[in-house]
């Protein structure tokens, strides 16, 4: 295809791509190098008649408008906001550090910085929830898979619904269900037999809701295209693997999980991307007391009546760089592979 | 294969699949059936303090009204916190991000399929890698240009966003459809005389309707399930459902109306279980496809 008709054609899907998603990244760059302007203060003498004068400091409400008015993005602040306290805290960081408390202490004490408490939350919710998804999902499978057909479509169907909620509205389903008055949250209390064990007073509850909300929604994926891939295991190399006298196991260890492998490359790929962004569950279980991760800190530093662009900026630079470091293992092995087919 | 095998499988095992399954069949169906019926209690049932078998005979619903359900959950959502505006708002918010993105993408993954040029393939990993970009992040870097250019709010400058955030998704699902259509077919299209384009329109299009639905169903999901976006893009009064519910939050718990929420919810979840139970084979096809060749 000629370049000329090539661009033709994709020119629209291009020009979106690069105007709102590689420009808002550059936009993103630049904000987290500003923060807002400070109050412009004026000097002002306040005369008594009998009291004398007396000079004070006050804001000067219209200069600090007009002086935001022109320069939107706040003056100019360079790395400072990367090494904040909200963010890389490398102040403090040093501080505990170099303390001799012990290392529990330590740990503690570095969670408590909302940057590493996000960070350490969205790091956890994807290396737990993507293989214990992936693990149920692909049990899952095999057991559809040894069912008679006419049960196989209904199953399908309603393991489909967890998978194709919104975030938002899944969550607020289970949180629901997990609030003390709510059927399960009041089963856990009896359970515990703790009349005070809720998701607002236990970080351990939280944790365990989110993730346990994670596999919940993440299984259906996995289950999907494990599923399909059974069908193309080839008939042939399951029945000599029979007639060797391999086990249900050792056909399951030797046949099928080797010919599912690149399937659950491609699900493992797909769902960490799609993890590591985790944000709606934090906002449908009010889980910000408990546990916050990287999106919805940038979400927490944009809404509200200051919007702190520049906190907001870093984080995203942040998170980005996260990003790409859990894609460079795919990133690499496609350029060898590129490399190699150029030479 | 599953048949024949089964005759030969122990009854122990057999057991344990069928309770492994009725035990996830469970696990993913009652959180919604729960929801949906409790949606027609009120608040003193569906969060009962003294046990949950209130929630399901509906003691003080029929206390409070005198019948086993009420809509009045409904009533409150609908009518009185305005949520037909919002539902209204959804219905154009996932029309136009489903065409627009399917337009742009089919072009564009149309092109991808035939160049086989390098820039072609890097296209396609850019896309992945914007694909992987949280949506939060790319917001982040909305907001101070679309208040300087005046466009915050309003649900075209949402449209285009979602429509542009969907882009990598759709010209990689539509790039590995076209692929399976074989190049003989336009190509001797263009041969008898047509352009690249005549061929497009009268050999292709006609041809490419399955993997558009596939593809659809998915434009439409991300357009209807995204918070990210329409939470920090849309003025209140053109909020879509799903930001409507999560504000709809904050004043409803003061005032005691959660039924409001609850039953907000439902009705935001009724559109997904109409789109599962019409598309369930599509939606199969295009998880498994993308898959299977990506």
Same mark, same amino acid.
């Given at each position: 295809m000629p370049h000329k008709t090539f661009f033709a054609f994709i020119l629209p899907s291009l020009i979106a791509m690069v105007l709102f998603i590689a420009l808002p990244i550059v936009s993103v760059v630049v904000q987290s190098l500003y923060v807002s302007h400070e109050q412009v203060m004026v000097e002002v003498e306040n005369c008594q008649p009998f009291g004398g004068c007396s000079k004070e400091l006050r804001v000067d409400t219209e200069a600090t408008a007009a002086l935001r008015e022109e320069q939107p993005l706040g003056r100019f602040n360079g790395l400072a906001t990367y090494v904040n306290r909200a963010h890389l805290a490398t102040d403090e960081l040093g501080a505990i550090?170099?303390?001799d408390r012990d290392l529990g202490t330590k740990m503690a004490q570095i969670l408590n910085l909302p940057f590493y408490k996000a960070l350490i939350f969205t790091l956890v919710y994807c290396f737990v929830v993507t293989p214990l998804a992936m693990a149920l999902g692909f049990a899952i499978a095999l057991a559809v898979n040894a069912l008679p057909k006419v049960t196989k479509g209904p199953i399908i169907f309603f393991s489909l619904l967890p998978m194709i909620i919104t975030p938002l509205i899944g969550s607020l389903i289970l949180y629901w269900m997990l609030s003390p008055n709510g059927i399960l949250g009041a089963t856990i209390q009896h359970i515990f037999n703790d009349p005070t064990l809720s998701l607002r007073a236990s970080p351990a509850l939280t944790w365990g809701a989110l993730l346990t909300y994670g596999v919940w929604t993440n299984a259906p994926f996995s289950f999907v295209v494990f599923y399909a891939g059974l069908q193309t295991v080839p008939g042939d190399t399951l029945e000599s693997a029979m007639i060797d006298g391999a086990s249900r196991w050792e056909r399951i260890r030797y046949v099928i999980i080797p010919h599912l492998a690149p399937l659950a490359t491609f699900v493992a790929l797909v769902q960490l991307m799609d993890n590591f962004r985790v944000f709606e569950p934090i906002v449908g279980f009010s889980a910000e007391a408990n546990a916050t991760s990287l999106s919805w800190l940038i979400y927490n530093d944009l809404s509200g009546d200051s919007q702190q662009f520049g906190s907001a900026g870093a984080t995203s630079v942040l998170t980005i760089l996260g990003v790409v470091i859990l894609l460079s293992p795919v990133l690499i092995r496609t350029w060898r592979e590129f490399k190699h087919k150029a030479v | 294969m599953s048949e024949a095998m089964s005759h030969k499988r122990p009854i122990l095992l057999n057991t344990l699949i069928y309770v492994f399954i009725i035990l996830w069949v469970i696990?993913? @169906?009652?959180?919604?059936? *729960?929801?949906?019926?409790?949606?027609?209690?009120?608040?003193?049932d569906f969060f009962s303090?003294?046990?949950?078998?209130? @929630? =399901?005979f509906g003691t003080s619903t029929v206390r409070q009204t005198g019948e086993a359900f009420t809509g009045s959950g409904y009533?409150?959502?609908? =009518?009185t916190r305005d949520f037909w505006r919002a539902a209204f708002n959804t219905v154009i918010v996932t029309i136009c991000v489903t065409a627009i993105s399917l337009t742009l993408g089919t072009l564009g993954g149309y092109a991808l399929a035939r160049s086989g040029r390098n820039y072609s393939? *890097?296209?396609? =990993? @850019?896309a992945l890698v914007f694909r992987a970009m949280p949506h939060i992040t790319l917001v982040s870097g909305y907001l101070l240009p679309f208040f300087q250019l005046n466009i915050w709010g309003v649900l075209p400058t949402s449209i285009i966003v979602l429509v542009a955030i969907n882009q990598p998704f759709t010209l990689w699902m539509l790039h590995s459809f076209f692929l399976s259509i074989p190049k003989d077919l336009d190509e001797s299209a263009m041969v008898d005389g047509c352009t690249r384009f005549q061929a497009f329109r009268m050999v292709i299009m006609p041809v490419m309707w399955p993997g558009l639905v596939t593809t659809g169903l998915f434009s439409f999901l991300l357009g209807y399930n995204d918070f990210a976006v329409t939470a920090m893009l849309l003025s209140a009064d053109n909020q879509t459902m799903v930001p409507k519910i999560s504000s709809f939050l904050g004043s409803i718990q003061e005032s005691g109306n959660v039924m409001f929420a609850v039953a907000a919810v439902v009705s935001a979840t009724l559109p997904l279980f109409i789109l599962v139970l019409v598309f369930q084979r599509q939606i199969v096809s295009g998880l498994t496809a993308g898959a299977v060749k990506g």
């Open positions: 550090l170099a303390s | 696990l993913a @169906a009652v959180p919604f059936l *729960w929801t949906v019926w409790g949606s027609f209690k009120v608040e003193a303090r003294e046990s949950w078998w209130n @929630a =399901i009533y409150g959502a609908w =009518i393939f *890097w296209i396609l =990993i @850019a």
